[in-house]
């Protein structure tokens, strides 16, 4: 059983950054890949950025390349989303999720456990 926790949400003006933080309980995190999704008002959930349970292999949606980097700490049992030159487009609750799968995960349906989610407000 794994529980997360985001964090790091909130409002921003259009080309500014924010970083999200993901805590997770127990003693296995990184036997886990770790997910940030993001789910805007009337739409479907989608798949942000994926990292592998070492972090030496990364997957972005295409929207987000170049403006988003998922990274984790093992040790401290975090995963973080760096998120520069944000749009208004980007304006969603983001979950962190976990998933058991050992190859890449990239479908919600791969994810076992999920935070409670984090708002991400960008103004224009």
């Known amino acids: 059983q794994v529980q997360l926790v985001e964090s790091g949400g909130g409002l921003v003006q259009a080309g500014g950054s924010l970083r999200l933080s993901c805590a997770a309980s127990?003693?296995?995190?990184?036997?886990?890949?770790m997910g940030w999704f993001r789910q805007a008002s009337g739409k479907e959930r989608e798949l942000a950025a994926a990292i592998s349970r070492s972090g030496s292999r990364t997957y972005y949606a295409d929207s987000m390349k170049g403006r988003f980097t998922i990274s984790r700490d093992n040790a401290k049992n975090m995963v973080y989303l760096q998120m520069n030159s944000l749009k208004p487009e980007d304006t969603a609750v983001y979950y962190c999720?976990?998933?058991?799968?050992?190859?890449?995960?990239?479908?919600?349906?791969?994810?076992?456990?999920w935070g409670q989610g984090t708002q991400v407000t960008v103004s224009s």
């Open positions: 127990g003693r296995t995190f990184s036997t886990y890949i």
């Open positions: 999720a976990a998933s058991r799968r050992v190859t890449m995960a990239t479908s919600s349906n791969d994810y076992n456990y």
